[in-house]
Nanobody
Framework: VQLQASGGGLVQPGGSLTLSCATSGFAMEYYPIGWFRQAPGKERDFVGRILWYDGRTYYADSVKGRFTIRRDIAKNTVYLQMNSLKPEDTAVYYC??????????????WGQGTLVTVSS
């Protein structure tokens, strides 16, 4: 069971970045896959998730309209497309898979984080 996140980096405010989460060892169709993020000194917060079997997505209010999650069924990979990035989006981004998304403490599986820094 693995979640492998990648794609973080430094981007200017207003820019875009796409994160990837490659998965293996799961029965993909059962539980959502998505993203949390954790800024320095803050709690790990929900960003968004996608239902694998039908592609429905759910987002935190703070990223609605700017971030998009999509899946590639053939590659067992989930992507987080981030547009109009702001300095407050700076965080370590974690992909996750879980039956319960009510809080970070309820997540079943975590990938390693990937750092996104939004700065000029």
């Amino acid at each position: 069971v693995q979640l492998q996140a990648s794609g973080g980096g430094l981007v200017q405010p207003g820019g875009s970045l796409t994160l990837s989460c490659a998965t293996s060892g799961f029965a993909m169709e059962y539980y959502p896959i998505g993203w949390f993020r954790q800024a320095p000194g803050k709690e790990r917060d929900f960003v968004g998730r996608i239902l694998w079997y039908d592609g429905r997505t759910y987002y935190a209010d703070s990223v609605k309209g700017r971030f998009t999650i999509r899946r590639d069924i053939a590659k067992n990979t989930v992507y987080l497309q981030m547009n109009s990035l702001k300095p407050e989006d700076t965080a370590v981004y974690y992909c996750a898979k879980s039956s319960d998304w009510s809080s970070a403490s309820r997540i079943d599986y975590w990938g390693q984080g990937t750092l996104v820094t939004v700065s000029s």
